[in-house]
């Protein structure tokens, strides 16, 4: 991992290790994070430019994920994905095991969207923070010691990289079953998912700027109808609603990890005034962006 933080802006943390750059996935233990990083770094809040996988062996704590505090023991399984913004807390007694993902080595990814095979992941509707029962414990902990072993002896080879690219798929289809089970199955259409996992894809290339359904519809040749049957069937609301949801939760990011005032704010945020986006900002959060600053702030 490496990290910068931008002046004002939520530091962000980038998927880093030119020995594993191919294959875009580095195995670590918790141990390895707080052994390298100081007390300070290590509890700042940080923007992840990857995806992670943690599984706690051992112990109990809380992971923070935006703005929700998931408490943790023994079996948790937390999802952070690309873009959140997540928080390590010092004096922790979990141990866990991590995988770190590059975006573009996940089977959903833009590129393999047309994939049948990347439509049974449903990586979409994992939840952040999960407890796996002993079997799947054990089943996670074997491919993590599979796959570190192999990670010591990759050679970049072509050979090396199928290999483990398949056994790390073979992983995550085996959490996907799981997540699967955890709530009773919703029937998407592999068409309308495909729709949502495009929508999103673009919203999150633009939701800073463009806050109408219709610049999203046009971009991907669908009507607006279209893209909002797609949003009910997985997320169970309207495409509006997800792309107003999208700003709300950077705003609130912003508010609460950098220190833009609500006229930069609102200008970051595609506001052409800054009563635009408090009005805004206090339908959707009941509150207005200062007292929303202001009661975290206290909370800290």
């Known amino acids: 991992m490496s990290s910068q933080p931008p002046a004002s802006m939520i530091r962000k943390t980038h998927f880093s290790n030119s ?20 007390h300070s770094h290590y509890s700042r809040p940080e923007r992840v430019d990857f995806e992670l996988l943690m599984l706690v062996t051992s112990g109990q704590g809380v992971h923070t994920v935006d703005f929700t505090d998931w408490q943790l023991s023994t079996g948790s399984l937390v999802v952070v994905r690309q873009g ?24 959903g990814s833009v590129p393999l969207i047309s994939s049948k095979e990347a439509a049974l992941y449903k990586r979409l509707e994992w939840r952040t923070c999960s407890t796996l029962d002993q079997a799947m414990q054990k089943e996670f902990s074997n491919s993590f010691r599979l796959l570190r072993d192999d990670i010591s002896r ?16 073979t992983l995550l289809l085996r959490l996907a ?20 996992r495009l929508f999103q894809s673009l919203l999150e290339q633009h939701f800073a700027q463009q806050h109408s359904l219709k610049f ?5 040749g669908y009507s607006e109808s279209t893209i909002s049957r797609a949003s009910h069937s997985v997320e169970g609301r309207s495409a509006k609603a997800v792309i107003d949801s999208r700003i709300v939760l950077e705003a609130k990011r912003l508010l609460v990890h950098s220190d833009l005032s609500v006229a930069e704010l609102s200008h970051a945020l595609g506001f052409s005034e800054a009563t635009n ?8 959060a009941g509150v207005t962006p200062l007292l929303f600053r202001q009661q975290r702030a206290i909370r800290k």
């Open 277 to 284: 986006f408090i009005k805004f900002f206090r339908r959707h």
């Open 216 to 220: 999203y519809a046009d971009r991907l």
């Open 84 to 107: 959140q913004v997540q928080q390590w807390h010092p004096h922790q007694s979990f141990t866990a095991e991590l995988i770190l993902i590059d975006p573009t080595a996940l089977p």
């Open 154 to 169: 990759f050679d970049n080879s072509d050979l090396e990289q199928a290999l483990f690219r398949h056994q790390f798929q």
């Open 177 to 196: 079953r799981w997540q699967r089970d955890l709530v009773p199955p919703v029937v998407v259409h592999q068409q309308g998912y495909k729709t949502y």
């Open 19 to 38: 020995r594993l750059n191919a294959l875009g996935i580095e195995l670590l233990d918790l141990d390895d994070i707080r052994n390298k990083l100081s």
